[in-house]
């Protein structure tokens, strides 16, 4: 699966957005699993990419992105090494689905870890233009 291809992303997450809506379980077997972990690099390319970013946000409601993201991503599984993408992504689920607050506390904590750490980059850079877009007049 080529996630770079924007229509395939965006195909991919409706179709993991049915499966949820449907009831069906996350697969837990080690071939399933191989293939499902590809919608954490969907989610990487399409969300950081400024190109495609607008047109994956379009492919499902903000409020069934945000489920269908915490459906294929339950916190309690995220690797500690991928936690702090995790909460990026949720606070700008949460965002778009315009649970300001939420979002807002979520940036903040990373923020604030991140910034204890000394650490800069993408990740950091990401979170603060969050805070900057909450700072914005409320629409």
Same mark, same amino acid.
């Given at each position: 699966?080529?996630?770079?291809d ?50 994956? %946000? /379009? @492919?499902?409601?903000?409020? &069934?992105? +945000? ?8 916190? $309690? ?20 689905n315009?649970?300001? %607050? /939420? @979002?807002?506390?979520?940036? &903040?904590? +990373? ?8 650490? $800069? ?18 629409l």
């Amino acid at each position: 699966m080529l996630f770079s291809d924007t229509p395939l992303a965006s195909e991919a997450v409706r179709v993991a957005n049915e499966m949820r809506g449907s009831g069906e379980p996350v697969p837990t077997n080690d071939a399933e699993r191989g293939v499902w972990s590809k919608y954490g690099n969907l989610y990487h390319l399409q969300l950081l990419s400024g190109t495609q970013k607008v047109a994956f %946000l /379009a @492919a499902l409601p903000p409020a &069934e992105h +945000l489920a269908t993201f915490c459906w294929l991503f339950p916190e $309690s599984q995220m690797p500690s090494d991928k936690l702090n993408w995790w909460v990026l992504f949720l606070a700008m689920f949460q965002e778009l689905n315009g649970e300001r %607050l /939420a @979002a807002r506390s979520h940036y &903040e904590s +990373l923020r604030s870890e991140r910034l204890s750490q000394h650490a $800069s980059g993408r990740l950091l850079d990401q979170t603060e233009e969050g805070l900057r877009r909450l700072s914005g007049p409320q629409l």
